[in-house]
């Protein structure tokens, strides 16, 4: 792993991201080149260098302008005194065996040498890497000193005493702690050691793998007025679907005037045509010096009301020209025989009572049933 991150800084630990200067990256952008360095097993970048990239401002390493070398210089440290000579410290991996529980291994030690702190985004990527390869996984304590975290002291060894005197205490490096901490934890089961493989990039399982926090709506109570509103006409349209679903299966009722109904006393009409029942009951009523009949206003050429013209004294249809006489009697136009009759009855009260259901008719070329008992009243 140390050695494809020197190489992968060596040959560009730009990856794909623009050179300097450039403008402010979005999440999208900074996923995308986490991704990338994942796969190809360079350095991910850390939480420094990815707020730098949102703010559109250099990286901590593009100050200069120029990438840093694979391994930066160790720091000088400081040197001791002329007179007391420093006792050699042993290695890390020495004095803390490979592979056992707690302990850390030497490619980790030497991780950890490097004076580089790992960030939490950065440790979950080794982890994935670690699982992909069937390697082991790090241990709590690898992860406690890669994240550069405080660690218990070890109890300290007794010195053997010389006979020339005790000898100068020198520096050991302190063993890092077996108890993981918090933010180890965290980063150990995050979201992106669940996730298996490289997650598309765009998606917020690739931003939680790149270490870059999914922007969403604000919750406030604006966004959850917008939210209540959009639901509500979403349930409104649906209620309104399903209504028109139930009314279709209801019977459809058409409500026509009534067949028989009372127009009067025979005294209120006199002689002629009166219309006064045309645009209720579609009947003309007429009297003569012997009787009182009721006309079907209904052209018996093709259905049309006629109309009925005082000047003319005759019934003249307006749609074809079908002419009637004032007793409804044909004799002009394609009219085929005289308008029908209804049948009518004294009521008990006296009125008249009129029965459209029951018509009288003159069949072309057939008797007539104008003289039949019901279709007219004896005056």
């Known amino acids: 792993m140390a050695d494809e991150s020197a190489e992968g800084i060596q040959s560009g630990i730009l990856g794909h991201l623009p050179p300097w200067p450039r403008k402010a990256l979005n999440n999208s952008v900074i996923a995308m080149e986490q991704a990338y360095r994942q796969r190809k097993g360079l350095p991910l970048l850390s939480e420094a260098d990815v707020e730098a990239l949102k703010a559109g401002q250099p990286m901590s390493w593009e100050a200069g302008g120029v990438a840093p070398s694979a391994a930066a210089p160790a720091a000088t440290a400081p040197a001791a005194p002329?007179?007391?000579?420093?006792?050699?410290?042993?290695?890390?991996?020495?004095?803390?065996?490979?592979?056992?529980?707690?302990?850390?291994?030497?490619?980790?030690?030497?991780?950890?040498?490097?004076?580089?702190?790992?960030?939490?985004?950065?440790?979950?990527?080794?982890?994935?890497?670690?699982?992909?390869?069937?390697?082991?996984?790090?241990?709590?304590?690898?992860?406690?000193?890669?994240?550069?975290?405080?660690?218990?002291?070890?109890?300290?060894?007794?010195?053997?005493?010389?006979?020339?005197?005790?000898?100068?205490?020198?520096?050991?490096?302190?063993?890092?702690?077996?108890?993981?901490?918090?933010?180890?934890?965290?980063?150990?089961?995050?979201?992106?050691?669940?996730?298996?493989?490289?997650?598309?990039?765009?998606?917020?399982?690739?931003?939680?793998?790149?270490?870059?926090?999914?922007?969403?709506?604000?919750?406030?109570?604006?966004?959850?007025?917008?939210?209540?509103?959009?639901?509500?006409?979403?349930?409104?349209?649906?209620?309104?679907?399903?209504?028109?679903?139930?009314?279709?299966?209801?019977?459809?009722?058409?409500?026509?005037?009534?067949?028989?109904?009372?127009?009067?006393?025979?005294?209120?009409?006199?002689l002629g045509v009166d219309t006064k029942w045309q645009q209720k009951y579609r009947i003309w009523v007429d009297r003569t010096p012997d009787r009182l009949f009721v006309i079907y206003a209904r052209c018996t050429h093709l259905g049309c009301t006629p109309d009925w013209k005082p000047s003319e004294n005759k019934f003249k249809c307006p749609c074809h020209g079908s002419g009637y006489d004032s007793e409804g009697i044909n004799f002009e136009g394609p009219a085929p025989r005289p308008m029908d009759r209804a049948h009518l009855e004294k009521a008990p009260d006296g009125q008249i009572l009129v029965d459209v259901s029951r018509l009288y008719q003159w069949p072309k070329g057939q008797p007539s049933h104008f003289n039949d008992d019901g279709s007219f009243l004896p005056v």
């Open 82 to 270: 002329p007179a007391v000579a420093a006792a050699p410290l042993p290695p890390v991996a020495a004095t803390m065996p490979a592979g056992g529980n707690g302990n850390i291994s030497e490619e980790v030690a030497k991780w950890v040498s490097q004076g580089k702190k790992w960030s939490k985004s950065a440790i979950a990527a080794e982890q994935a890497r670690r699982n992909r390869k069937g390697l082991a996984s790090l241990t709590e304590a690898e992860i406690t000193a890669l994240l550069g975290e405080p660690a218990a002291p070890a109890p300290a060894a007794a010195a053997p005493v010389s006979a020339a005197g005790p000898a100068p205490a020198a520096p050991r490096p302190a063993a890092p702690a077996i108890v993981a901490s918090a933010a180890a934890s965290v980063a150990r089961a995050g979201e992106s050691t669940r996730y298996v493989g490289t997650p598309a990039v765009g998606t917020s399982r690739a931003a939680a793998a790149g270490g870059v926090a999914a922007v969403g709506p604000e919750d406030n109570e604006m966004n959850r007025s917008r939210r209540r509103m959009v639901w509500a006409s979403v349930g409104a349209f649906l209620t309104a679907w399903l209504l028109a679903f139930f009314r279709f299966f209801l019977p459809r009722t058409l409500f026509e005037p009534a067949t028989s109904f009372k127009i009067g006393y025979p005294e209120e009409y006199g």
